[in-house]
């Protein structure tokens, strides 16, 4: 476990809601609560923000929950940034709106980043699921990268339309060395026409555990920086801003554009937090979201 009162998190990784902004529609995204893109609370993250994560931090994410990092216009600036400083930093993208000219630039400000493309199914189909998206195009983005010696991982998320595809994808991806990593998910919801007809097997189904994922140095839930600047324990806290059980998180002095991230972390209001995890205080929503069955996982990646 992550020895949270004794800068447990230093040298250790964060995640990065880099912008609010993104032009896909995917059906299960937590964009899809608001009624207008103008409602989505936060912005860009600025270079003076990033700078403060890069002074603690040594592994960055930008896995957001309402935003693509490609749309923040400091992106190229942050990347070059993580090069200069020594930062491991690993992106998560799946829209396609940007020319290719752009990509290259990305990709010559940090040759050591980490292309992960959401591509769900064989180029052609994933917008079936990643509504606006051009998955040929971003394909195309994906030989780019590695052309240029970038890492590159297809990230393959299972829908009945492209469940039958999977071979098909491993072989596509061998022959151009593309790394890929196939997800079972439950982002299909109660959708007829994505939910899938393959079973993941579960084992051990009514061995429940409450392990807080925030804490547990092995996965990477790890420290959470919102596209509203505000800092959380983890990403899944982004969108409880009106649960009372969460109110302390939202102080102003949690936010990373009044604090650095040492005085967030060590604060009184996150020790306690992490505190009231192992008594009856903790809140109903992490027991919720950190409480499965032994050795079956949320996400199964072959």
């Not at 596209?227 to 409880?240: E, I, K, N, V």
Request: net charge neutral.
């Amino acid at each position: 476990m992550i020895d949270y009162k004794n800068n447990g998190f230093k040298f250790k990784a964060v995640d990065i809601d880099l912008t609010n902004k993104c032009t896909l529609q995917c059906s299960m995204c937590a964009r899809q609560k608001f009624a207008h893109p103008k409602d989505i609370p936060g912005g860009d993250a600025s270079i003076e923000d990033l700078q403060k994560i890069l002074d603690y931090f040594d592994t960055i994410y930008l896995c957001g929950n309402y935003g693509d990092p490609i749309f923040n216009p400091n992106l190229i600036t942050f990347l070059k940034m993580c090069y200069d400083q020594n930062k491991h930093i690993q992106l998560h993208t799946a829209a396609s709106q940007k020319p290719m000219h752009w990509y290259e630039k990305a990709f010559e400000a940090n040759p050591n980043a980490v292309w992960q493309f959401g591509l769900d199914g064989l180029p052609y189909q994933s917008f079936a699921y990643r509504i606006n998206q051009d998955g040929e195009y971003i394909f195309d983005v994906m030989l780019k990268a590695r052309d240029m010696g970038i890492k590159v991982i297809w990230q393959y998320l299972v829908f009945k339309y492209n469940e039958d595809k999977i071979d098909i994808a491993k072989r596509l991806a061998y022959k151009h060395q593309i790394d890929i990593e196939i997800h079972h998910t439950a982002r299909h919801g109660d959708i007829e026409h994505l939910k899938p007809t393959i079973e993941v097997v579960k084992e051990d189904e009514d061995k429940k555990v409450f392990v807080p994922k925030c804490l547990n140095a092995d996965s990477k839930k790890v420290p959470y920086l919102a596209a509203t600047g505000q800092m959380y324990p983890c990403c899944w806290l982004d969108d409880q801003v009106n649960n009372p059980e969460y109110k302390a998180l939202q102080n102003k002095s949690l936010n990373i554009k009044d604090s650095n991230v040492e005085e967030i972390i060590n604060s009184d209001t996150w020790q306690t937090f992490y505190d009231d995890l192992f008594t009856s205080k903790c809140p109903s929503y992490c027991k919720k979201k950190c409480t499965t069955s032994l050795r079956n996982p949320t996400r199964v990646v072959e």
